[in-house]
């Protein structure tokens, strides 16, 4: 499914991944004497008009926003009849999903983590961009340990409202406000990435469920619980961060912006007792 301009740029090598849409593989670039990821997404795949809405903006978007440290980087794009080629910054195989499942994540790490994810979504709400599926599984590593939020799939542009609906994401990180199909704004992604930060220093989520609706019932129910048992060990402004991202009022929500301005990230999570 290559097209020949394609071909004619980049070398492809192994498959390394794959998604709902198409497949993701190593690359090499003679030019620059580099490597790249292709992601190939399969057009015949994508039935209905939100599919193909996201398989516009993705591109569209990941241009707008490029580069940026914390952003996986889109370098070129290639169209065939039947499939999108879309030229990535290649990151390591192992997520930030793979990171929390082996349990060694130190505070300041998780902080580390933290500021550099928020720093790439401050980036996008600047833009006007939503990312609305921030999780571990998105968020991937270059081969110098940078943290990248990948897969735009799922983002959007907030309009001269400067709002957005529709219920997108993965239910353990979706925000109330989604859930209820209220009309949102970028602070989804603050909530979201909230609760990104709650998994990588308790290895478990805030709202659990067996079934999608169960977990959006707890998420509706929204009080967040830091239980003592799994909390114990993390320090006061790790928590006090938490509960000012995982927040149900939008508007005493912390901004991106201002999430980067909390004491805990810019001590870089090393502790100075508040208690
Ligand atoms: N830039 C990249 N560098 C290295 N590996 C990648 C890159 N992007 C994606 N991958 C790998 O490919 C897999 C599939 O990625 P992709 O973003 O297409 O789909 P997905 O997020 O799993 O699913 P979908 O977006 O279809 O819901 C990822 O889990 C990851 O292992």
């Known amino acids: 499914m290559l097209s020949e301009s394609l071909k004619n740029k980049y070398q492809p090598c192994e498959e390394i991944g794959r998604g709902r849409f198409g497949v993701i593989s190593k690359a090499f670039c003679p030019i620059t004497q580099s490597f790249f990821a292709i992601k190939t997404i399969d057009k015949r795949l994508l039935s209905d008009p939100t599919d193909r809405q996201c398989l516009e903006n993705e591109p569209k978007i990941m241009t707008l926003l490029s580069p940026h440290p914390n952003i996986v980087q889109i370098h070129d794009m290639f169209e065939s009849e039947n499939a999108l080629h879309l030229i990535l910054d290649l990151c390591q195989p192992v997520t930030l999903y793979d990171q929390i499942i082996q349990h060694d994540l130190s505070e300041p790490k998780v902080a580390s983590y933290a500021k550099q994810l928020v720093s790439g979504l401050a980036h996008c709400h600047r833009y006007g961009v939503v990312h609305r599926d921030i999780k571990p599984d998105n968020i991937f590593f270059d081969f110098r340990g940078n943290l990248k939020i990948g897969d735009f799939g799922s983002a959007t542009w907030l309009g001269e409202l400067c709002t957005a609906d529709g219920l997108v994401g ?106």
């Open 170 to 275: 993965t239910p353990y990180y979706v925000a109330p406000e989604v859930v209820m199909g209220r009309s949102y704004n970028e602070k989804v992604d603050v909530w979201s990435a909230g609760v990104v930060l709650y998994v990588m220093l308790a290895g478990v989520p805030p709202f659990y469920g067996e079934t999608a609706e169960e977990i959006f019932e707890a998420i509706l129910r929204g009080n967040l619980r830091l239980p003592s048992r799994i909390f114990r060990s993390i320090s006061s402004e790790a928590k006090d961060l938490l509960r000012k991202m995982i927040c149900r009022d939008v508007s005493r929500r912390l901004s991106a912006e201002q999430v980067l301005r909390h004491p805990w990230i810019l001590n870089g999570g090393e502790t100075i007792s508040m208690d």
